[in-house]
């Protein structure tokens, strides 16, 4: 289960790695962003889980047992084709330069200055 969701998210972030828009850069610097915030999350969930694990037993596996079965056998929600995840422009259409644009509207370059 978590282990689709986070291969997915990696691949639509691969996928949209090939388009060269200023925009798109950004939104895949806060999905980045967002998926690392998860990640923290996830781990604070499996610490509670194994903690209450520890604290109720074999009880707690047989109550969360019920929730196996929620999600599908595969993922349908999302499929690499030639457009970008992002902006959903052609991938060939995009301009590998367009920084022209952003700068004219008074925001900064923030590809050079990206933090991880």
């Not at 610097?29 to 604070?44: N, V």
């Not at 084709?81 to 301009?95: P, Y």
Request: hydrophobic residues 35%; proline residues 3%.
């Amino acid at each position: 289960g978590r282990e689709r969701m986070a291969a997915a998210a990696a691949a639509a972030a691969a996928a949209a790695a090939q388009c060269r828009s200023p925009r798109c850069a950004a939104e895949r610097r806060g999905f980045r962003r967002e998926l690392d915030s998860w990640r923290h999350r996830l781990m604070h969930c499996v610490g509670f889980e194994s903690i209450l694990e520890g604290l109720y037993g074999p009880r707690l596996r047989r109550d969360l047992s019920l929730f196996e079965d929620c999600e599908p056998e595969e993922l349908t929600d999302w499929s690499m084709d030639e457009k970008c995840s992002f902006c959903n422009l052609q991938r060939e259409a995009v301009s590998s330069t367009p920084t022209e644009d952003l700068s004219s509207q008074g925001q900064s370059n923030t590809d050079k200055i990206e933090c991880q």
